[in-house]
């Protein structure tokens, strides 16, 4: 085999390495809120089973109807995630289309929420709406799960998660940001924190984060999508990671409910 072709196999076996430790960081980061998402469960069921219980007992239309209206309410929850946490862990295309970054944020927060919730994390919420960017909605996804689990991380009690969407048309970039109130990264370890396998954390009593490949795939992501991604931080201030992803007009015709 010539020295060409051995590299040009070498290089496709790398890219075949890398798109699977993607999709096993997405599983893992899966399995970092699979905790939560079962507890969110077991209040959706909880619901369920008492509001049948009253159901069952009483006679009269009225307290019926409103138990069959809850019962449907904690079933459409309960589908919601269950749809989400499918077409995250699916999707393995590499297809950029134009999305709408409200979207694409909420079906994130649909996979968060509760573990945020468990560690008393407020959010604050900035969101433009009809902001669209050419992108792979889930490797997109999959960076924002990462920085936002970075960012619970960070913060002990009274964490507050920033979340911000702006169209910069300046600058030509769709930009969506996650800011903590956690500990803050000092100066020098600014430069290493995008490195594969750099991390300060240790793995938790399940053994899971603290590998540092987290950022490493993020920024892998970002120059796949020919975006940027920058990081502010203060020590003990906090961190806002800005992810600066290429403009897409929104679809003719289509319109924008995001602000509804
Ligand atoms: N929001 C943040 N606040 C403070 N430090 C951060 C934040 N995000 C990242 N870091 C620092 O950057 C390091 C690398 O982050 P990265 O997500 O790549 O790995 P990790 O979180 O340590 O491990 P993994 O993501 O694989 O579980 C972290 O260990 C931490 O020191
Ligand atoms: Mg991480």
């Known amino acids: 085999m010539s020295d060409q072709a051995r590299i040009q196999e070498l290089e496709s076996q790398l890219e075949q390495l890398e798109s699977q430790l993607m999709q096993s960081q997405k599983m893992g980061s ?28 009483h006679k009269e239309e009225a307290t019926r109807n409103k138990s069959f209206e809850r019962i449907l309410a904690a079933g459409q929850r309960a589908s919601k ?23 694409l944020l909420s079906d994130v927060m649909v996979l968060v ?8 994390i407020g959010i604050d919420e900035d969101l433009q709406a009809g902001v669209w960017a050419k992108v792979n909605s889930s490797q997109i ?31 030509g970039w769709a930009e969506i ?20 396998f750099y991390t300060t954390k240790k793995a938790d009593a399940r053994g899971q984060g603290g590998s540092g490949i987290g950022l490493s795939l993020c920024r892998k992501i970002i120059e796949a999508h020919q975006g940027r991604i920058r990081v502010e931080s203060e020590v003990g201030k906090g961190t806002t990671f800005t992810l600066k992803l290429p403009r897409a007009e929104s679809p003719a015709g289509l319109i924008d409910t995001s602000a509804a």
């Open 30 to 57: 899966v399995g970092s809120l699979a905790s939560s998402i079962t507890h969110e469960f077991n209040n959706i069921l909880t619901t369920v089973i008492n509001y049948a219980k009253m159901g069952l007992r």
């Open 81 to 103: 995630i269950t749809t989400g946490m499918l077409a995250y862990a699916r999707n393995t295309s590499d297809r950029q289309e134009p999305f709408e970054l409200n979207r």
């Open 113 to 120: 929420q509760k573990d945020l919730q468990m560690h008393r």
């Open 141 to 171: 996804q999959q960076i924002l799960v990462n920085l936002i689990v970075n960012a619970r991380q960070a913060m002990g009690e009274k964490g507050r998660l920033k979340l911000t969407i702006r169209d910069n048309k300046e600058e």
């Open 177 to 196: 940001s996650v800011g903590d109130n956690g500990c803050g990264i000092p100066q020098d370890q600014l430069q290493k924190i995008f490195d594969a």
